[in-house]
């Protein structure tokens, strides 16, 4: 799967479920959105991510 | 009306719709980046009834974005001077102001009038306020947010998906958040476009997508969301 995240992008060989992605990148789960990038829908925590899949992760703004 | 004619003459607006856009009471929370344009093209628009909300004085570092502002109202009150603006610009209009932040404590005080909300915060603990303020009370919340050259977008109706659908109550951070006004703008003339609709029950919102507005590659993005059956504040676990 490819993981698009600040301009980067990091691929993972094998399936993941959202929170698995989470935590291998480190990140904080309330300070994203994790998308599918096709679809544009945000995956729930437990989602299954395959192999084929193209993720797209955004932080959350705030400003005003 | 001859005023409004430009814009009654649009399919649906009419006179009658004027009128409706008058009897409103739409409060503004935060006069700064994105309370700027929105408090100007609701003043203009006719909105009858403008309720401002902001605890902060002008400083000079907000004068590359808030756009109602100059270097003479540095150290005044953004509401006081917000409001003189708003009734330079439309004297048929009422402006109300309250000098405060708001919070859990005065939030039901505050917004018991109003119609709908439209979000110029610069933090999310107060967005999450608000959201729970117009969920309970089955009021519209019209969402916008910037960060340098990126702004999103969305609306949040009563029955529909709301901020804490979208998002997990995220810890605002006491860094300075990076601001364009042109990219506040953007947002902000989206957020009264949303505020027409809604009330004038034309064209096709913002709910349950948000459009964020990449200013760095002229793209603008959609986020598709739901409304989320376990949400603590609209859902079955509230």
Known sequence: MKVYFRDHVEEFDRPLVVNDLILKLNLNAEEILILDKNTRK????????????????REVISGG | MERYQRQTIINNWGENGQRKLAG????????????????????????????????????????NRQILYNEDDVGKMKAEVTAKRLQMINKNIS??????????????DYLKNSDGVVDALDNMQSRFIVN??????KIPFFHG??????????????????????????????K?????????????????????KYFL???????????????LKNKFFEIKYEKNSNCTVCGGSK
């Open chain 2, 201 to 215: 029950n034309i064209g096709e919102l913002l709910v349950g997508e948000m459009k964020i507005w990449d200013g």
């Open chain 1, 42 to 57: 945000i995956l729930p925590s437990d989602h299954k991510i395959l192999i084929d899949d193209e993720i797209e992760i």
């Open chain 2, 145 to 174: 947010a910037i960060h340098g050259f990126e702004g999103r977008v969305t609306t949040f109706i009563p029955d529909g998906p709301c901020l804490a659908c979208l998002y997990k109550n995220p810890q605002d951070n006491k």
């Open chain 2, 24 to 63: 409103l009471t739409i409060s503004i929370i935060g006069l700064g980046g994105l309370g700027s344009p929105l408090a100007i093209y609701l003043a203009y628009l006719g909105i009858g009834n403008l309720l401002l909300i902001d605890g902060d004085t002008v400083s000079t570092g907000n004068l």
């Open chain 2, 132 to 137: 729970r303020y117009t969920v309970e009370n």
């Open chain 2, 176 to 196: 300075p958040i990076p601001a364009i006004g042109a990219v506040a703008g953007t947002i902000a003339s989206i957020q009264v476009q949303e505020v027409i």
């Open chain 2, 95 to 108: 402006v109300k102001i309250i000098d405060k932040y708001i919070d859990e404590n005065n939030i039901n």
